[in-house]
């Protein structure tokens, strides 16, 4: 069975640029989380949807980052315009929205903003 | 956010020992989940408990849903050098779908 899939694996941009991160949630699931991994924070919560409506944003750092989910196969994170600051591991995650269902993940984005 | 804490931060380990992780948290979780990252990947989900007192194996892995609901522990038998990884632990409450992430204990294995 296909996993979540992330695209592209790495990206390598120059700030002020701007990035797109894309998702495909494993099939049948309802709903999808992205998340950002760095050394010094780990990994945060950026936002959730649940199927295709986004439920909690409050981790989004800020007007620069946006995110979308136009159907229940495909969700995308946009950054712009890019900011060093914003280099880390993107992670895409998708879970069965019934109670306490495990999230499962992406192999994730690696971002790196020159 | 919520706030859970992992310990220890990091372990060095000899090849054939066991390894014990933990993790804690300032309010009660009904949900609690245990990752493992290898580097380049993304978390691979190991073990999922969902009752206090629950205790779940995997293979050489073994977990426990705390009593108090408020921790749980991770436990790695007889390690190997594939083990080596960051583990995280995830939990989550009674609302929402959101899980709120350990800051992960990064365990290596000496041959």
């Known amino acids: 069975d296909a996993g979540v899939i992330q695209s592209p694996r790495h990206e390598v941009t120059e700030m002020g640029q701007e990035v797109t991160l894309r998702c495909k949630p494993i099939?049948?699931?309802?709903?999808l989380f992205w998340y950002r991994q760095t050394m010094m924070r780990g990994l945060e919560l950026l936002i959730y949807?649940?199927?295709?409506?986004?439920?909690?944003d409050s981790g989004m750092p800020e007007d620069r980052f946006s995110a979308k989910m136009p159907n229940a196969s495909f969700s995308t994170l946009k950054i712009q315009p890019s900011e060093p600051r914003d280099s880390a591991v993107y992670f895409c995650?998708?879970?069965?929205?019934?109670?306490?269902?495990?999230?499962?993940f992406g192999d994730g984005t690696r971002l790196s903003i020159l | 956010g919520q706030q859970l804490n992992q310990s220890p931060q990091s372990m060095f380990i000899q090849e054939g020992e066991d390894v014990s992780m933990n993790c804690t948290s300032s309010?009660?979780?009904?949900?609690w989940l245990w990752y493992k990252q290898d580097p380049g990947e993304g978390p691979v989900l190991l073990i999922a408990?969902?009752?206090?007192?629950e205790l779940t194996s995997n293979g050489r892995l073994t977990a426990q849903f705390g009593i108090t609901r408020k921790d749980s522990f991770l436990n790695i038998s007889a390690s190997i050098p594939s083990d080596v990884g960051i583990y995280f632990c995830a939990g989550r409450g009674n609302t929402g779908n959101q899980f709120y992430f350990g800051t992960g204990t990064s365990l290596t294995v000496i041959p």
């Open positions: 408990l969902y009752k206090a007192g």
């Open positions: 309010s009660i979780f009904n949900t």
């Open positions: 995650a998708s879970s069965l929205r019934q109670n306490n269902q495990p999230q499962h």
């Open positions: 949807f649940n199927n295709n409506v986004p439920i909690d």
């Open positions: 099939s049948g699931h309802n709903s």
